[in-house]
C-alpha cells in the first residue's frame, strides 16, 4: 500500500497518496472544497473539474446574447453624452475622437471608418476646409454603403463609395468639428 502524508494549509487537510504526490505538489491547494474533493481531485483532475464545477446555466446566470446591432442601436449610444476620455487617431494625429465612437468602432468593427474620416482630413481640401462636418454611412441591403460628408447644411462636400461592409447598422452619422470626431448625442 502507498505512503500517504498530511499537508497542513491553513485549516484544512488535504491527504495524497505517494504516487500523486509528486505530481500535485506544486499545484495550488483549494480552500472551498471538502478533503474527499481534494482527494479525488488529487487522483483524477479533470474528473474533480467535471464534478465539482457549476454547469452555466443551472447555477450562475447566464449573459444575455446581444447582437452587434442591439449593441449599437439609438437607445445604446444615447448613453453617450458627453466624454471623459480623447482617443487619438493613428493615422492622423491631429484628429481625436470620443469615448462613444470608440465605442462603434469597438463594438461595429469599424475603424476602418475613423480612418476615412481622419484621412480625409488630411488629403481632401474640400473636407479640411470645412470647420463643422456631418459624416453619415449609410449601408445597402446588398451590403455596399455610401460615406457622405456634408457641411451641416445638407450642402455636400465628398462622397465615398464602399463596396462591401459588415458594419452591423444600416446608418450612423458622426460631426466632425476642430479635428474632434464625436456622435451627435456628444455635440
Not at 479525488?40 to 452555466?56: E, G, K, N, Q, W
Request: hydrophobic letters at 40%; glycine letters at 6%.
Amino acid at each position: 500500500m502507498a505512503a500517504v502524508k498530511r499537508l497542513h494549509n491553513a485549516s484544512q487537510v488535504i491527504i495524497l497518496t505517494a504516487s500523486t504526490m509528486s505530481e500535485r505538489m506544486d499545484a495550488p491547494v483549494a480552500r472551498d472544497r471538502s478533503p474527499q474533493q481534494a482527494m479525488t481531485a488529487a487522483r483524477c483532475p479533470a474528473a474533480s473539474r467535471a464534478l465539482f464545477t457549476s454547469a452555466v446555466g443551472i447555477t450562475q446566470a447566464k449573459e444575455p446574447i446581444v447582437s452587434k446591432a442591439e449593441k449599437l442601436s439609438e437607445v445604446h449610444l444615447r448613453q453617450f453624452t458627453g466624454s471623459e476620455h480623447w482617443c487619438r487617431h493613428g493615422i492622423n494625429r491631429r484628429v481625436v475622437f470620443t469615448d462613444g465612437v470608440k465605442y462603434i468602432a469597438g463594438e461595429g468593427g469599424a475603424y476602418w471608418l475613423l480612418d476615412a474620416i481622419a484621412i480625409a482630413q488630411l488629403y481632401e481640401k474640400s473636407v479640411s476646409g470645412e470647420g463643422s462636418q456631418v459624416w453619415k454611412l449609410t449601408v445597402n441591403p446588398d451590403r455596399s454603403a455610401s460615406l457622405v460628408c456634408d457641411d451641416g447644411n445638407h450642402n455636400f462636400v465628398n462622397t465615398h463609395q464602399i463596396e462591401f461592409t459588415d458594419f452591423p447598422i444600416d446608418e450612423i452619422k458622426f460631426y466632425s468639428t476642430d479635428n474632434t470626431i464625436l456622435l451627435p448625442s456628444e455635440y
